[in-house]
């Protein structure tokens, strides 16, 4: 009021003091414990505060009989998966708001806000959430405010999970909000109106993408991406969470390690590439991407990072456009620069360097496959194990170590050893029984056989591989603090092994094996560097070809493959 007079309002003192401890806590039951009343009562409140506060807004509420029906706490933004319930029923409610031009729970009615591919260039997006209840970490959101405006990046802010209103939030971010679900084309898809329950640790279980986005965006605090199972002619598809900006509250925090947002780049060709942004919960809200690191609202280029762990090489089969790429093996003169030289890391982290197609188990039986393989010239073991060796002596740089980690592809050679027989294999005969001897005078002086991969690959090179060490089976490296001498195929005991059983360890690791670029908790999984691997078979896909990078804060990022290129 204009005379300084208070303001009436139809609401009550008691209904606003149950909605705000129910802001608060998000349970019914909590605040029918702390102000000593049944929770029919507290649900009454709520229900009459939401009345009352459309009464204040000039708006004639439904019945109460009605607005009393179904979970009333679905509508305060607290998803029935996480307080129980009956499903809402009063569905009425959205459209009295939106024939007045209003907002339910501090949003507006859903729509779509859509952005054409660009003609030229990229179009890069920054996106992150908040939960409006909730502290920002300032170091973080400055550091993302000032990336956003070097790279000339649209910033996009999507709440989750709040029941305040738009005049609630921080002034510094209110006017980044967005209501709208963003779209671009068939490249990317930011879900703003079906968010899963903020407290589940893998929200893009619960998830619906759009069939037809390369690329989903979830907000969500939990920091998960995976690759989407799809038609192989239909290219790339992923969904990834965004992180949030905000602080933990009532006891979330022992899910959260980061603060984070996603980096969105669309090219002109069609490329798509995102990427985390992540910044640890209790620092100073610096961050990193590629060979950019912001810190204190100061944007510098030019560093390295800790580590690129590789997806999985299969050399026999190593798509040449991902070889030029990572590599510059094979590259233009005037091609962009190679990954590993722009990023220089500190170490290069190979998962299954090795394919051994020349005698795969997988089609030890097949003798189509043998004789088309016979008539192709190929099937050389040693040949394949050369090439194999010059690989690694090809990629290695003087600023960087290699690491070769022990995988199932890399020990086929002993299993070769072990069940085949060379008096039907003419053409490798010689080298079976050569390599077999050395195995078996290694084994009389007490050596252990997993050393002969390794050895081999020495052999076979003028300077026996200088520069590059091959991890044992129970060594352990960890760089940044993250585990990489785990390739993924073993669990405990020799049992097989999958990312929901180390990700029940509770450990940081990045693990190649799966070929599907994932993300769950401290768990991080590369993908493949050819996706068209002989033994997959079939239409359906989940690989995709992708690397891991390792900041010397712990941080990591995945780099996907798409149009040619791992970013923009």
């Known amino acids: 009021m204009t005379d300084g007079s208070p303001r009436h309002t139809y609401v009550t003192e008691q209904q606003a003091v149950i909605h705000a401890l129910f802001r608060k806590h998000r349970s019914m039951s909590i605040v029918a414990r702390q102000l000593g009343l049944c929770q029919i009562r507290v649900r009454e409140a709520l229900v009459q505060h939401e009345r009352n506060t459309m009464r204040d807004a000039g708006m004639r509420p439904p019945p109460l ?51 054409p591919v660009p003609a030229s260039g990229t179009t890069r997006f920054i996106i992150t959430a908040v939960d409006a209840d909730a502290p920002v970490h300032q170091g973080f959101w400055t550091n993302l ?22 005049h609630d939030m921080m002034a510094d971010y209110r006017d980044l909000v967005v209501n709208e679900r963003i779209t ?61 900006m905000t602080l933990p509250v009532d006891g979330t925090r022992s899910h959260r390690r980061e603060v984070g947002a996603v980096i969105a780049e669309v090219s002109a060709s069609g490329g798509v590439y995102c990427r985390h942004l992540l910044s640890d919960l209790d620092g100073d809200g610096a961050f990193h991407d590629l060979h950019v690191r912001i810190a204190n609202g100061v944007v510098r280029s030019g560093g390295r990072v800790e580590a690129l762990t590789f997806g999985d090489v299969h050399h026999a089969h190593l798509d040449p456009h991902v070889a030029a790429s990572t590599w510059g093996i094979g590259a233009r003169t005037d091609a962009p620069k190679a990954l590993v030289d722009m990023l220089r890391p500190r170490n290069m982290v190979f998962h299954d360097v090795c394919d051994f197609e020349a005698r795969s188990a997988y089609d030890a039986r097949d003798h189509h496959k043998r004789f088309a393989q016979m008539i192709a010239g190929g099937g050389d073991v040693r040949a394949e194990l050369a090439a194999t060796a010059a690989f690694l002596a090809d990629t290695r ?28 294999d003419h053409r490798n005969a010689i080298f079976y029984l050569e390599t077999s ?30 520069g590059v060490r091959f991890l044992r089976p129970n060594e352990s490296l960890k760089l940044a603090g993250v585990e990489a001498s ?23 690791a990045t693990l190649g094996h799966t070929h599907r670029p994932t993300t769950r908790d401290g768990i991080y999984c590369s993908g493949v560097c050819n996706t068209e691997l002989a033994y997959a078979r079939g239409t359906i896909t989940a690989w995709a070809t992708g690397h891991v990078v390792t900041y010397p804060s712990g941080s990591r990022q995945h780099l996907i493959f798409d149009g040619g290129r791992f970013h923009a």
Not at 397 to 424: C, I, P, T
Not at 486 to 508: K, N, S, T, W
């Open 65 to 115: 009989k009605e607005m009393l029906r179904g979970d009333v706490v679905t509508r305060f933004g607290v998803p029935r998966s996480e307080s129980g319930g009956r499903p809402a029923k009063h569905v009425q409610l959205e459209s009295v708001y939106a024939s007045k031009g209003g907002r339910i729970e501090g949003r507006a009615i859903r729509s779509t806000r859509t952005y």
């Open 145 to 166: 405010r000032a990336y956003a405006s070097s790279i000339n990046a649209t910033v996009a802010v999507v709440r989750t999970g709040s029941v305040a209103t738009k």
């Open 184 to 244: 671009i084309g068939e490249c990317l898809d930011v879900v703003v109106d079906d968010i899963p329950p903020q407290r589940l640790s893998r929200p893009l279980e619960a998830a619906r993408h759009n069939n037809k986005a390369k690329w989903t965006l979830v907000p969500h605090r939990a920091i998960q991406l995976e690759t989407l199972p799809r038609i192989r002619a239909d290219g790339l598809k992923a969904q990834l969470t965004t992180g949030v």
């Open 397 to 424: 740089r003087s600023w960087s170590r290699s690491v070769v980690v022990g995988s199932n592809h890399d020990m086929a050679l002993l299993r070769w050893l072990r069940e085949q027989d060379f008096r039907e």
């Open 437 to 466: 001897l050395r195995l078996h005078r290694w084994l009389a002086e007490g050596r252990p056989a997993d050393g002969l991969f390794e050895h081999t690959l020495r052999s076979l090179t003028c300077d026996g591989l200088r």
């Open 486 to 508: 785990i390739h993924g195929h073993l669990g405990a005991d020799g049992r097989p092994g999958d990312v929901r059983f180390f990700e029940r360890l509770g450990i940081r």
